[in-house]
Nanobody, 120 residues
Framework: QLQIAESGGGLVQPGGSLTLSCAGYGFFMDYYSIGWYRQAPGKEREGLSCISSSGSATNYSDSAKGRFTMSRDNAKNTVYLQMSSLTPEDTAKYYC?????????????WGQGLQVTVSS
């Protein structure tokens, strides 16, 4: 079973930055494409970004583009989401997901998620 653990969430002031990490346990993450998602209260889960298994390709939603950067360190079996210029609208529960198909397609294995709160 694919075990995923997110870390790095918390409270940050508007305009601030935060880096989320997603570590895989018991499997090699470099076989899989990885996605970051978020869900704000009362809203549907939103896809933010995806990175290919090799890390050579990424894509971003409009809300993430220009502010968020996704990367992976396969030697550490970890994927990252660097977030900057955060606003209160970025407050949500953020999830990492391992995809069995190419570029965030196929079956999805979700992490438990972590809270990011942007507030002064």
């Amino acid at each position: 079973q694919l075990q995923i653990a997110e870390s790095g969430g918390g409270l940050v002031q508007p305009g601030g930055s935060l880096t989320l990490s997603c570590a895989g346990y018991g499997f090699f993450m470099d076989y899989y494409s990885i996605g970051w998602y978020r869900q704000a209260p009362g809203k549907e889960r939103e896809g933010l970004s995806c990175i290919s298994s090799s890390g050579s390709a990424t894509n971003y939603s409009d809300s993430a583009k220009g502010r968020f950067t996704m990367s992976r360190d396969n030697a550490k079996n970890t994927v990252y989401l660097q977030m900057s210029s955060l606003t209160p609208e970025d407050t949500a529960k953020y999830y990492c997901a391992v995809h069995t198909g190419d570029f965030c397609s196929g079956s999805i294995h979700w992490g438990q998620g972590l809270q990011v709160t942007v507030s002064s």
